[in-house]
Nanobody, 120 residues
Framework: QAQLVESGGGLVQPGGSLRLSCAAS????????MGWYRQAPGKQRERVAV???????QSADSVKGRFTISRDNAKKTVYLQMNSLKPEDTAVYYC??????????????WGQGTQVTVSS
């Protein structure tokens, strides 16, 4: 059974850094696009950054220049390096694995989330 487990969240002061990790198991990873999403209280879940199976990346405008997504296929792990954190980055961060096969079958998995709180 596919599983994604996030780690690395916590409490950090504004301007600080955190690195989130998401470890995949159950036969998924290298052929999947991997993403980080976040959901703040009272707000909709939003996409933070995505890295495709080929290694191309995209980030939300709100985090460009501060957050970096990367992946290690050998370790089946995707990372989100977050620098210059702001209070508005406070949210639960979720890892996502997505794949669409040539016949249009989709596979979509989510982790349980990790809390990131930016506060002085």
């Amino acid at each position: 059974q596919a599983q994604l487990v996030e780690s690395g969240g916590g409490l950090v002061q504004p301007g600080g850094s955190l690195r989130l990790s998401c470890a995949a198991s159950g036969g998924i990873f290298s052929t999947y696009d991997m993403g980080w999403y976040r959901q703040a209280p009272g707000k909709q879940r939003e996409r933070v950054a995505v890295i495709t199976s080929a290694g191309a990346t995209q980030s939300a405008d709100s985090v460009k220049g501060r957050f970096t997504i990367s992946r290690d296929n050998a370790k089946k792990t995707v990372y989100l390096q977050m620098n210059s954190l702001k209070p508005e980055d406070t949210a639960v961060y979720y890892c996502n694995a997505f794949r669409r096969t040539p016949d249009a079958t989709t596979y979509d998995y989510w982790g349980q989330g990790t809390q990131v709180t930016v506060s002085s």
